[in-house]
């Protein structure tokens, strides 16, 4: 079931060792079909060069395994609650890829310091709190996915507006219309990341870009008035 | 028309991931036909992977295509500026280029702190302010060239002797006297930002090199008096 | 004899380069068979690209050569004290990996300051000090067992949580259930190393990830209640 | 003629882009035959891609061309001085090599932090003066082979335990007792280098490492007492 589903999936998932962000299993990519109501995410643990798309595992919204022979991602309960919460979303991405994990673990939003972060996530890459001791003992997987979706909601964030958030002292996960886009913006944030390190090293004051020109690269790549790409 | 003109510029796009300037689809090289009064520049978000020479847009110097199934970069308004201005270049890149960006964010000109900037750029490469509101909202992608164009004259700048240039919280713009020659400038540019980070890290308090070291360096590669090379 | 050993320990050499953890010779893994009392280690300064299985060479637990053409590792009497007092390890490694060297040279112990690290290594990687003039001069290369060793027992540090160590000014020992597992946590040493190097860049005053946050990510890879992998 | 020993130098020449130490043309490898008193070395701006052995020049200790269609290096008078002065060495090489031109850039010598230092070092890999305007006005390169040569006079460092300097504002060059000899320096140079300058950012304060240290791990690779390799 949900052949060319579990394709695309297992397809974004060897892009993250191409794209150099992952080490060994350290990483996963699920894709949903809306209409079943289902998602498909990588096995737990297993390595990337042993993966093979029929070893994807197919998962309903309750958090059943529907189909596989593998148990799924030890990350599939936070997936789950973006899905259940961000209705436009299509693909998950997490990584403990090396710049973003560092802001994650420094326990710092990524500012807006350019275009190339405005072309992609309007306004900064929020860093959430860490989770409570109760949070973590009681149902780890799950709260970090219910603090992803009330952080949006109390920020006014839109989620497809800002495609990716860092967890304190874990890393980035990262979201998009299908599960490639969802590797191509983990991508983007690991190279935001990256610039931001290195534009604070050289400018330790540092601001902003201007908002207006936040705005001027995000809308000419998103929405009505558009007129980057053909 | 222009097919060799085409093939070049492909060529000299195609440099920028085998040198690691791109990510995606950010960054394009542009060549000009300066009888014809013509240039030739890579089309908007195509993936490199997937370019050909034949998708390369010819554009006129009064910003209309001539020919090209494709819709031109959408930087090609900055690329035209230039062209009109500096009549000296034969080719233009932009990218977004992590260390040369990362400056460009900090909002800082690169020092030359050592013989390999001196032997292609003469002093520092300047960081331009941010456009105005009214800049960026008015005919963004133009007025960035008249930035560029307006600034080199106020400084006294010949492009020739500096060929690129920071935008700020944007990215670099390099050029030289044809595409690939823009690209190799590109590549030392980010090499130059490369060092120059790691410069200030190892001595916070240092100073530019010696001026008659810069002159030595630059003018051994370039002028009348020339001695570096075949 | 002892040729599956061999093959192993030469792969798990191999592996060394393969992850950017050696320059030159720079490294040694040896793995040890349990049962017969005897190890198997990398030849001394022998080259990777010619390095055989063959090469190998078979040392008893008095430190005496049983087999083998080449002289052993340099460090073979580090790798002699580590296997005699630590019961549970299988597999040994030493390398100058850049980051974890850098953590070494700068007499720095790694905090924990996030899952990636929790994942693998409880608790902060201990950078021990400096042998003594003493200890260098008289038997450099088994003191440095002896310290690792003395200091373990002093910390109260399990060697299977606590899988690899710095030794001030020199460089990281890392260990495993065998030799692959001792190269995987060498690779993870460096990556950690990496990342926390990153996160106090970006944040100079970051504490560690909280206890708990470092027990639940450790536990559910390690131990009676681990639920990550297959 | 020398027809060995231009294959030699050849391979060096290409074994610096292999190790990452080169961008375009910025580096050249030469090797001395010191019966005949004749050395080998790059010609100046040509691509590694395109060089063959055939293309290596021959100088005399005098300065002269003794074969090749092509100019020599521009920084031939350099290596002629390291020649006549360093009796024991057999192979030069110069790069921009990143972190060592960082190092040069910045004016500083390079601390000795650690045993991958103080294997292939002794003390630390000095930073000269820049040369004075009519030093740099009257003969270049020339003058930067005398600097060298000066320096370690008056510092009383052996050309053959410390095989490699940094010309401020600069870069590296480093020698050894043969051509492939000196390029192995050249990367022991950059990765030295790049830790120092990370065990810098780790911790501030660092001092170098003992002095008992660095001569154990020195004197068991070099001289009389060595017992490390083969």
């Known amino acids: 079931m949900l052949e060319e589903l579990k394709k695309i999936v297992y397809e974004a998932n060897m892009k993250l060792p191409e794209h150099g962000l992952v080490t060994f299993t350290w990483g996963n990519v699920s894709g949903i079909d809306k209409e079943k109501g289902l998602f498909v995410i990588k096995p737990s643990g297993v390595d990337y060069d042993k993966l093979t798309p029929e070893d994807m595992v197919v998962m309903d919204l309750e958090g059943n395994k529907i189909e596989g022979k593998l148990k799924p991602s030890s990350d599939t309960a936070t997936h789950l609650e973006l899905y259940k919460a961000f209705a436009e979303i299509g693909g998950i991405v997490h990584t403990h890829s090396s710049y973003a994990t560092s802001w994650a673990q420094a326990g710092r939003s990524i500012p807006c310091y350019g275009t190339t972060h405005a072309d992609y996530i309007y306004g900064e890459v929020p860093c959430l709190r860490c989770l409570t001791k109760e949070e973590i003992e009681d149902a780890y997987e799950e709260n970090t996915g219910h603090l992803i979706v009330n952080e949006f909601i109390r920020m006014k964030k839109d989620p497809m507006a800002v495609p990716a958030v860092l967890c304190k002292n874990h890393g980035p996960f990262a979201w998009g219309k299908d599960a490639m886009d969802a590797v191509h913006n983990a991508v983007v944030l690991e190279e935001v990341a990256k610039m931001a390190y290195r534009t604070e090293t050289i400018q330790p004051k540092v601001l902003p870009a201007p908002k207006e020109l936040q ?16």
């Open 215 to 230: 705005d001027k690269h995000y809308f000419r790549k998103h929405g009505a008035n558009a007129y980057y790409g053909q």
